[in-house]
Protein backbone atom coordinates (compact mmCIF):
# COMPACT_ATOMS: atom_id res chain seq x y z
CA UNK A 1 0.00 0.00 0.00
CA UNK A 2 1.48 3.33 -1.23
CA UNK A 3 0.74 6.91 -0.94
CA UNK A 4 2.29 9.24 -3.85
CA UNK A 5 3.10 12.56 -3.00
CA UNK A 6 4.48 16.03 -4.85
CA UNK A 7 8.01 17.20 -4.57
CA UNK A 8 7.37 19.79 -2.47
CA UNK A 9 5.03 17.97 -0.04
CA UNK A 10 7.76 15.21 0.31
CA UNK A 11 10.04 18.07 1.24
CA UNK A 12 8.08 19.14 3.82
CA UNK A 13 7.24 15.81 5.65
CA UNK A 14 10.32 14.53 5.33
CA UNK A 15 11.80 17.54 7.06
CA UNK A 16 8.97 17.39 10.23
CA UNK A 17 9.05 13.94 10.19
CA UNK A 18 12.66 14.15 11.43
CA UNK A 19 12.44 16.91 13.28
CA UNK A 20 9.46 16.29 15.17
CA UNK A 21 10.96 12.68 16.24
CA UNK A 22 11.50 13.17 19.70
CA UNK A 23 13.95 9.84 19.95
CA UNK A 24 16.12 8.70 16.60
CA UNK A 25 18.08 5.71 15.66
CA UNK A 26 20.13 5.99 12.74
CA UNK A 27 21.42 2.50 10.94
CA UNK A 28 24.63 2.89 9.19
CA UNK A 29 25.87 -0.24 7.10
CA UNK A 30 29.35 -1.47 7.05
CA UNK A 31 29.79 -0.60 2.92
CA UNK A 32 28.93 3.51 4.02
CA UNK A 33 31.26 3.02 6.81
CA UNK A 34 34.73 1.06 5.41
CA UNK A 35 36.08 1.67 1.85
CA UNK A 36 35.46 -2.12 0.40
CA UNK A 37 38.89 -1.45 -1.34
CA UNK A 38 41.06 -0.24 0.94
CA UNK A 39 39.21 -1.90 4.38
CA UNK A 40 39.85 1.76 6.05
CA UNK A 41 37.59 3.93 8.02
CA UNK A 42 36.04 7.07 6.06
CA UNK A 43 36.63 9.41 8.57
CA UNK A 44 35.55 12.55 6.68
CA UNK A 45 31.97 10.96 6.30
CA UNK A 46 31.79 9.99 9.68
CA UNK A 47 32.33 13.46 10.78
CA UNK A 48 29.41 14.37 8.99
CA UNK A 49 27.42 12.14 10.11
CA UNK A 50 28.52 13.48 13.48
CA UNK A 51 27.23 17.00 12.65
CA UNK A 52 24.03 15.76 11.98
CA UNK A 53 23.95 14.16 15.47
CA UNK A 54 24.85 17.09 16.99
CA UNK A 55 22.52 19.12 15.07
CA UNK A 56 20.07 16.74 16.02
CA UNK A 57 20.46 17.13 20.01
CA UNK A 58 21.09 20.37 19.70
CA UNK A 59 17.50 20.98 19.14
CA UNK A 60 16.56 18.46 22.14
CA UNK A 61 16.41 14.95 20.43
CA UNK A 62 17.48 11.56 21.93
CA UNK A 63 20.09 10.19 18.93
CA UNK A 64 21.22 5.96 19.38
CA UNK A 65 23.16 5.26 16.35
CA UNK A 66 23.67 1.36 15.24
CA UNK A 67 26.78 1.03 13.18
CA UNK A 68 28.29 -1.97 11.57
CA UNK A 69 32.02 -1.89 10.42
CA UNK A 70 33.61 -3.89 13.53
CA UNK A 71 33.89 -6.71 11.12
CA UNK A 72 35.52 -4.99 8.05
CA UNK A 73 37.75 -2.88 10.19
CA UNK A 74 39.16 -5.98 12.11
CA UNK A 75 39.64 -8.33 9.00
CA UNK A 76 42.35 -5.43 7.02
CA UNK A 77 43.82 -5.61 10.42
CA UNK A 78 44.27 -9.28 10.25
CA UNK A 79 44.59 -9.52 6.98
CA UNK A 80 41.98 -11.64 6.40
CA UNK A 81 40.90 -12.44 3.11
CA UNK A 82 37.92 -10.80 1.39
CA UNK A 83 34.52 -12.67 0.70
CA UNK A 84 32.92 -15.49 3.15
CA UNK A 85 34.74 -15.83 6.41
CA UNK A 86 33.92 -19.06 8.81
CA UNK A 87 31.92 -17.86 12.17
CA UNK A 88 35.46 -17.96 14.41
CA UNK A 89 36.89 -15.50 11.90
CA UNK A 90 34.17 -13.32 11.99
CA UNK A 91 34.22 -13.10 15.50
CA UNK A 92 38.18 -12.71 15.68
CA UNK A 93 37.75 -9.90 13.59
CA UNK A 94 34.80 -8.06 15.21
CA UNK A 95 36.99 -8.43 18.36
CA UNK A 96 39.84 -6.32 16.60
CA UNK A 97 37.35 -4.10 14.52
CA UNK A 98 35.03 -3.26 17.20
CA UNK A 99 38.01 -1.15 19.51
CA UNK A 100 38.55 1.08 15.92
CA UNK A 101 35.00 1.54 15.61
CA UNK A 102 33.76 2.42 19.26
CA UNK A 103 36.87 4.96 19.81
CA UNK A 104 35.98 6.48 16.12
CA UNK A 105 32.44 7.64 17.11
CA UNK A 106 34.20 8.99 20.38
CA UNK A 107 36.44 10.42 19.01
CA UNK A 108 34.27 12.34 16.02
CA UNK A 109 30.98 13.01 18.65
CA UNK A 110 33.87 14.16 21.44
CA UNK A 111 34.10 16.85 19.33
CA UNK A 112 30.98 18.19 19.92
CA UNK A 113 31.13 17.81 23.43
CA UNK A 114 29.21 14.55 23.23
CA UNK A 115 29.36 11.95 25.16
CA UNK A 116 29.30 7.81 24.01
CA UNK A 117 28.38 4.75 25.20
CA UNK A 118 29.59 1.10 23.74
CA UNK A 119 26.11 -1.12 23.68
CA UNK A 120 26.59 -4.80 22.38
CA UNK A 121 23.61 -7.20 21.29
CA UNK A 122 22.60 -10.05 20.75
CA UNK A 123 19.15 -11.51 19.61
CA UNK A 124 19.09 -13.38 23.01
CA UNK A 125 19.37 -9.99 24.50
CA UNK A 126 16.23 -8.52 22.81
CA UNK A 127 14.24 -11.55 23.03
CA UNK A 128 14.86 -12.42 26.62
CA UNK A 129 12.14 -10.96 28.65
CA UNK A 130 14.85 -10.24 31.81
CA UNK A 131 17.63 -8.76 29.41
CA UNK A 132 14.91 -6.95 27.16
CA UNK A 133 13.97 -5.01 30.10
CA UNK A 134 18.10 -4.54 31.64
CA UNK A 135 18.59 -3.62 28.46
CA UNK A 136 15.74 -0.81 27.78
CA UNK A 137 16.54 0.65 31.56
CA UNK A 138 20.03 1.10 30.78
CA UNK A 139 19.57 2.39 27.19
CA UNK A 140 17.16 5.06 28.77
CA UNK A 141 19.60 6.13 31.23
CA UNK A 142 22.26 6.58 28.75
CA UNK A 143 19.69 9.29 27.50
CA UNK A 144 18.97 10.90 30.39
CA UNK A 145 22.89 11.37 31.29
CA UNK A 146 22.83 12.93 27.45
CA UNK A 147 25.13 10.24 25.91
CA UNK A 148 24.39 9.15 22.67
CA UNK A 149 24.30 5.20 22.58
CA UNK A 150 26.12 3.32 19.68
CA UNK A 151 25.24 -0.50 19.40
CA UNK A 152 26.34 -2.83 17.45
CA UNK A 153 25.42 -7.04 17.74
CA UNK A 154 27.93 -8.86 19.70
CA UNK A 155 29.85 -10.44 17.08
CA UNK A 156 32.50 -11.96 19.25
CA UNK A 157 30.43 -13.83 21.50
CA UNK A 158 27.15 -14.70 19.31
CA UNK A 159 26.50 -18.15 17.67
CA UNK A 160 24.98 -18.99 14.53
CA UNK A 161 21.54 -19.41 16.45
CA UNK A 162 21.23 -16.38 18.63
CA UNK A 163 22.75 -13.91 15.68
CA UNK A 164 21.04 -11.91 13.83
CA UNK A 165 23.03 -11.77 10.48
CA UNK A 166 22.55 -8.19 9.73
CA UNK A 167 22.11 -4.91 11.73
CA UNK A 168 18.82 -3.54 9.69
CA UNK A 169 16.91 -6.19 11.92
CA UNK A 170 18.92 -5.16 14.91
CA UNK A 171 17.98 -1.25 14.31
CA UNK A 172 14.44 -2.02 14.26
CA UNK A 173 14.40 -4.08 17.76
CA UNK A 174 16.36 -1.47 19.02
CA UNK A 175 14.07 1.35 17.94
CA UNK A 176 11.80 -0.81 19.86
CA UNK A 177 13.24 -1.25 23.01
CA UNK A 178 14.00 2.08 23.35
CA UNK A 179 10.21 3.35 22.35
CA UNK A 180 12.29 5.21 19.29
CA UNK A 181 9.27 7.78 16.89
CA UNK A 182 12.41 7.65 14.02
CA UNK A 183 14.26 4.72 12.16
CA UNK A 184 16.55 5.88 9.21
CA UNK A 185 18.13 3.52 7.69
CA UNK A 186 20.85 4.29 5.87
CA UNK A 187 21.72 2.76 2.89
CA UNK A 188 23.69 2.82 -0.67
CA UNK A 189 20.47 3.03 -2.24
CA UNK A 190 18.04 5.80 -1.80
CA UNK A 191 14.93 3.77 -1.07
CA UNK A 192 12.28 0.89 -1.90
CA UNK A 193 11.53 0.62 -5.58
CA UNK A 194 9.10 -1.47 -7.44
CA UNK A 195 12.34 -3.42 -8.53
CA UNK A 196 16.00 -3.54 -8.97
CA UNK A 197 16.74 0.18 -10.47
CA UNK A 198 20.80 -1.19 -11.52
CA UNK A 199 18.69 -4.00 -14.03
CA UNK A 200 15.24 -2.85 -14.44
CA UNK A 201 15.30 0.59 -16.08
CA UNK A 202 11.23 0.72 -15.74
CA UNK A 203 11.83 0.45 -11.54
CA UNK A 204 10.20 3.02 -9.96
CA UNK A 205 11.16 4.42 -6.24
CA UNK A 206 8.21 4.18 -4.06
CA UNK A 207 8.20 7.69 -1.90
CA UNK A 208 5.59 6.50 0.93
CA UNK A 209 4.46 2.97 2.31
CA UNK A 210 2.08 2.84 4.72
CA UNK A 211 1.89 -1.40 5.59
CA UNK A 212 3.85 -4.13 4.83
CA UNK A 213 2.21 -6.08 1.91
CA UNK A 214 2.65 -9.17 -0.23
CA UNK A 215 3.01 -6.87 -2.52
CA UNK A 216 5.98 -4.75 -0.64
CA UNK A 217 7.94 -7.73 0.44
CA UNK A 218 8.19 -9.04 -3.69
CA UNK A 219 9.78 -5.91 -4.40
CA UNK A 220 12.67 -6.37 -2.20
CA UNK A 221 16.01 -7.86 -3.60
CA UNK A 222 19.08 -9.11 -2.27
CA UNK A 223 22.59 -7.36 -1.01
CA UNK A 224 23.88 -5.60 -3.39
CA UNK A 225 27.12 -4.35 -1.61
CA UNK A 226 30.60 -6.80 -1.23
CA UNK A 227 30.79 -5.50 2.58
CA UNK A 228 27.80 -5.43 4.68
CA UNK A 229 25.09 -8.09 4.97
CA UNK A 230 21.77 -6.61 4.28
CA UNK A 231 19.83 -5.91 1.55
CA UNK A 232 16.33 -4.55 0.87
CA UNK A 233 14.65 -7.56 1.88
CA UNK A 234 16.09 -6.97 5.64
CA UNK A 235 15.02 -3.29 5.80
CA UNK A 236 11.14 -4.20 4.82
CA UNK A 237 11.72 -7.05 7.71
CA UNK A 238 12.89 -4.02 9.31
CA UNK A 239 10.41 -1.95 9.01
CA UNK A 240 7.51 -4.80 9.98
CA UNK A 241 9.08 -4.73 12.86
CA UNK A 242 9.55 -1.42 13.61
CA UNK A 243 6.13 -0.24 12.31
CA UNK A 244 4.55 -2.27 15.01
CA UNK A 245 6.26 -0.58 17.16
CA UNK A 246 5.17 2.19 16.45
CA UNK A 247 8.14 3.48 14.93
CA UNK A 248 8.33 5.18 11.68
CA UNK A 249 11.07 4.06 9.07
CA UNK A 250 12.73 5.98 6.21
CA UNK A 251 15.76 4.56 3.83
CA UNK A 252 18.12 7.23 2.28
CA UNK A 253 21.07 6.86 1.11
CA UNK A 254 24.21 7.38 3.07
CA UNK A 255 26.35 8.98 -0.10
CA UNK A 256 26.39 12.49 0.47
CA UNK A 257 28.38 14.02 3.80
CA UNK A 258 25.79 14.73 5.67
CA UNK A 259 22.91 12.37 4.65
CA UNK A 260 19.99 13.35 7.62
CA UNK A 261 20.62 16.95 6.77
CA UNK A 262 20.18 15.71 2.79
CA UNK A 263 16.94 13.94 4.11
CA UNK A 264 15.56 17.04 5.87
CA UNK A 265 16.22 18.85 2.47
CA UNK A 266 14.46 16.54 0.84
CA UNK A 267 16.88 14.01 -1.04
CA UNK A 268 15.15 10.83 -1.99
CA UNK A 269 13.79 8.29 0.21
CA UNK A 270 11.26 6.07 0.92
CA UNK A 271 9.10 5.94 4.44
CA UNK A 272 7.47 4.00 6.18
CA UNK A 273 4.64 5.30 8.46
CA UNK A 274 3.64 4.02 11.37
CA UNK A 275 -0.27 4.33 12.31
CA UNK A 276 0.31 4.74 15.98
CA UNK A 277 2.69 5.89 18.43
CA UNK A 278 5.67 3.39 20.05
CA UNK A 279 3.70 4.47 23.42
CA UNK A 280 0.06 3.17 21.77
CA UNK A 281 1.87 -0.03 19.92
CA UNK A 282 3.73 -0.87 23.34
CA UNK A 283 0.40 -0.28 25.43
CA UNK A 284 -1.74 -2.84 22.81
CA UNK A 285 1.05 -5.24 23.43
CA UNK A 286 1.50 -5.21 26.98
CA UNK A 287 -2.71 -5.09 26.81
CA UNK A 288 -3.12 -7.79 24.56
CA UNK A 289 -0.43 -9.84 23.64
CA UNK A 290 0.80 -11.09 26.45
CA UNK A 291 -0.39 -14.38 29.25
CA UNK A 292 -0.50 -13.04 33.32
CA UNK A 293 1.41 -14.72 35.15
CA UNK A 294 -0.18 -13.24 38.40
CA UNK A 295 -2.04 -10.45 39.95
CA UNK A 296 -1.11 -7.42 42.11
CA UNK A 297 -4.14 -6.07 44.37
CA UNK A 298 -3.78 -2.49 44.94
CA UNK A 299 -5.63 -0.09 47.26
CA UNK A 300 -7.56 3.26 46.43
CA UNK A 301 -5.40 5.49 46.54
CA UNK A 302 -2.92 3.46 43.81
CA UNK A 303 -6.09 2.45 41.69
CA UNK A 304 -6.65 6.63 41.50
CA UNK A 305 -3.43 6.96 40.62
CA UNK A 306 -2.88 4.37 38.22
CA UNK A 307 -6.71 6.44 36.46
CA UNK A 308 -4.31 9.33 35.84
CA UNK A 309 -1.32 7.66 34.20
CA UNK A 310 1.10 7.11 37.12
CA UNK A 311 3.62 4.24 37.86
CA UNK A 312 2.56 1.55 40.20
CA UNK A 313 4.31 1.84 43.68
CA UNK A 314 5.18 -1.09 46.11
CA UNK A 315 3.19 1.22 48.80
CA UNK A 316 0.31 0.95 46.89
CA UNK A 317 0.33 -3.01 46.86
CA UNK A 318 -1.97 -4.95 49.48
CA UNK A 319 -1.14 -8.41 48.36
CA UNK A 320 0.73 -10.19 45.50
CA UNK A 321 -0.63 -13.76 44.19
CA UNK A 322 1.03 -16.25 41.90
CA UNK A 323 4.71 -17.09 41.03
CA UNK A 324 6.24 -15.16 38.47
CA UNK A 325 9.82 -13.68 37.44
CA UNK A 326 11.14 -9.90 36.67
CA UNK A 327 9.23 -8.80 33.16
CA UNK A 328 6.41 -11.19 33.10
CA UNK A 329 2.84 -9.59 33.13
CA UNK A 330 0.33 -9.48 35.73
CA UNK A 331 -2.79 -7.93 36.00
CA UNK A 332 -3.44 -4.86 38.36
CA UNK A 333 -6.80 -5.42 40.67
CA UNK A 334 -8.67 -2.55 42.89
CA UNK A 335 -9.96 -2.77 46.11
CA UNK A 336 -12.67 -3.57 44.71
CA UNK A 337 -11.89 -6.90 42.91
CA UNK A 338 -11.85 -5.51 39.37
CA UNK A 339 -9.07 -5.67 37.26
CA UNK A 340 -7.83 -2.07 36.68
CA UNK A 341 -5.06 -3.07 33.32
CA UNK A 342 -1.98 -5.34 32.78
CA UNK A 343 1.48 -4.36 32.96
CA UNK A 344 5.45 -5.61 33.37
CA UNK A 345 6.26 -6.07 36.61
CA UNK A 346 9.81 -5.01 37.97
CA UNK A 347 10.51 -7.16 40.00
CA UNK A 348 10.03 -11.00 40.85
CA UNK A 349 7.05 -12.89 43.18
CA UNK A 350 9.70 -13.11 45.96
CA UNK A 351 10.75 -9.62 46.53
CA UNK A 352 7.39 -8.26 45.16
CA UNK A 353 5.96 -9.56 47.93
CA UNK A 354 8.41 -8.61 50.43
CA UNK A 355 8.14 -4.83 49.39
CA UNK A 356 4.70 -4.79 49.20
CA UNK A 357 3.20 -1.99 51.06
CA UNK A 358 6.26 -0.33 51.21
CA UNK A 359 8.17 3.25 50.17
CA UNK A 360 10.16 3.14 47.59
CA UNK A 361 12.92 4.41 49.85
CA UNK A 362 12.49 1.39 52.05
CA UNK A 363 13.50 -1.27 49.24
CA UNK A 364 16.83 -0.96 49.63
CA UNK A 365 16.63 -2.41 53.27
CA UNK A 366 14.21 -4.83 52.66
CA UNK A 367 15.50 -6.74 49.99
CA UNK A 368 19.49 -5.73 49.89
CA UNK A 369 19.86 -4.04 46.57
CA UNK A 370 18.19 -0.82 45.49
CA UNK A 371 15.68 -1.76 42.71
CA UNK A 372 13.00 0.60 40.84
CA UNK A 373 11.35 2.63 42.65
CA UNK A 374 8.05 1.60 40.87
CA UNK A 375 6.56 -1.58 40.92
CA UNK A 376 5.61 -1.25 37.73
CA UNK A 377 6.84 1.95 35.61
CA UNK A 378 3.83 3.45 33.77
CA UNK A 379 5.52 2.95 30.37
CA UNK A 380 5.09 -0.87 31.19
CA UNK A 381 1.55 -0.68 32.31
CA UNK A 382 -2.06 -0.50 30.18
CA UNK A 383 -4.81 0.01 31.87
CA UNK A 384 -8.10 -0.76 31.11
CA UNK A 385 -10.58 2.14 29.65
Not at 292 to 297: A, D, H, M, T, V
Request: proline fraction near 3%.
Amino acid sequence: MTIAETPHSKLVTSAARLRAAGRIVIKIGSALLVDPESGKLRRHWLEGVAADVAMARARGQDVIIVSSGAIALGCRHLNLPKGVLKLEEKQAAAAVGQIRLSHAWQEVLGAHGISTAQVLLTLDDTENRRRYLNGRSTMGTLLKLGAVPVINENDTVATSEIRYGDNDRLAARVAELASADCLVLLSDIDGLYTANPSTDPTARRLDTVTGITAQIEAMAGDPVSGVGSGGMRTKVAAARVALAAGCSMVIGSGHVERPISALEAGANCTWFLADRSPRQARKLWIGGSLGPKGRLIVDEGAAKALAKGKSLLPAGVRAVEGEFSRGDAVVVVGPDGKALGRGLIAYASEDARAIAGHKSGEIENILGYRGRDEMIHRDDLATDD
